[in-house]
C-alpha cells in the first residue's frame, strides 16, 4: 500500500525519537528502491513543513501547508494526508487521525512522570491515547514497551506491533580515534554512559559508584549537553574521575564506544535502550539495569547490576577489567545478538505492518483523515 510519513521529525532539534524516524525513512527509500518484488513502485511521500530539512531523508518530500509545529501538524498535516495512509514515527501525530498509525517509543510519560516537564507529559498522553483509540494501531520498539501500552490499556495487544530499531547506523561514520588523546583516554579505562539528569535514566548511581576508591583508576565518560555543573546544581557531586566532554560528532562517538570497557546503562526502565545495543554493535559489552528492555535488547552481550547498589556496578567493572576471556565472550555473543537489529529489517517490518492493517483497497477506495 502507498502512505505518507508525518515529515515534522525533519524541523525539529535534535531528538532521540527524531533520528530514529530518519533512519526509518532512509531505510524505506532503499528497500523500495531495491525491490523488484513486492515493493517496487510503493509511493511513499514525506509531508513536511516548511521549515523541514528536506535533504535529510532519501524520500520525496512535500513540503505542505504555512504553518510550522504543533498546529502544522494538527491543521495542515491532516488535511494534505487525506486519503491517505499517513504514518508517524516520533510519539506525536494529529489527534483526530483514523487513518492511520503512530510510533511510540515507550510509555514513560505514564510510567516515570518525575522526568518530563507537565506541559510535555500531558500533551503527549492525550495524543497517545487518542492515538491508541482512533487509529488503526500503535508502533513501538520492544516488547517490554508493547507490554507497558497493553497494560496501561492505551490499545489493545493486537493493535499494538513491535518494529526493534536499528543499530547498524554506527558503521556508517569513521571513527575518529583522536578523541582519546584529547581527553586523556586509553582504550578499555573508561567507561562510557550518556550524561543525563533525568530520574529514570538514574545517572548519578554511576558517578556514585566510580567515587568508590576501587575505581579510582578508572574513567566515566558521561557524553552529551549536561555537564558537570548541572550535576552539581542537581546536588550530585563528580570526582575527578568523571569526565564530561559535552556533546560529541557521530565519528567522535564511535571511537569512545568502540575502545570502552563497557557501555553503560543504570536507567529504571527503557523503552529499548540505545547506547548499550550500539556499543555491542561495535564490539564492546554493556553494564545495565535488569529493566525495561534493556535485558531483551542486550541478550548475552551483558552484565547486570542492581540500579540501587553503587557497589554492585564496581564489582562488574572490574570484573569486565580483569577477565579478559569474560570481556571478550561478552563482546562476541552481543555483537552476533544485535545482528538482527538492522533498519532494513525495520523497514521491512513497516510495511509488514502496513500491509496487514491497511491492506490495498480498490481505486475508488479512500479513507478518511
Known sequence: MDFCINGRFLAGPPAATYAVAEHLARALAILVAASDGREAGRQIHVLAPRNARTSDVALPVETVGRRIGNVWEQID???????????????????????????????????????????????????????????????????FARSELVGL?????????????????????????????????????????????????????????????????????????????????????AGANVVFPGYVSDGEMRALQTHALAVCTPSLTEGFGMPPVEGLKLGTPAVIAPRGALPEVCGPGALQADPHDPAAWEAALLRLRDDKGLHDSLARDGQAFVARFTWQEAARRLLDVIDAVAPVKGESGRHAP
Open 77 to 143: 498535516l491532516p488535511r494534505a494526508a487525506s486519503g491517505r495512509l499517513l504514518i508517524n514515527l516520533a510519539s506525536r501525530s494529529p489527534l483526530l487521525l483514523r487513518h492511520g498509525l503512530t510510533m511510540v517509543h515507550d510509555a514513560q510519560v505514564f510510567t516515570t512522570p518525575a522526568s518530563y516537564s507537565l506541559a510535555f507529559r500531558s500533551t503527549l498522553k492525550a495524543n497517545v491515547r487518542l492515538a491508541g483509540r482512533r487509529q488503526l494501531g500503535l508502533l513501538t520498539v520492544s516488547e
Open 153 to 237: 490499556r492505551l490499545a489493545p495487544a493486537g493493535r499494538v506491533h513491535v518494529i526493534p530499531n536499528g543499530v547498524d547506523h554506527v558503521l556508517r561514520t569513521p571513527a575518529q580515534d583522536d578523541i582519546l588523546p584529547r581527553l586523556g583516554l586509553v582504550p578499555r579505562s573508561y567507561a562510557l554512559a550518556l550524561a543525563n539528569l533525568m530520574p529514570h535514566k538514574n545517572i548519578p548511581l554511576l558517578i556514585r559508584a566510580f567515587a568508590r576508591p576501587a575505581l579510582a583508576g578508572m574513567t566515566l565518560v558521561l557524553v552529551g549537553g549536561t555537564g558537570r555543573d548541572a550535576f552539581a546544581a542537581a546536588g550530585v557531586t
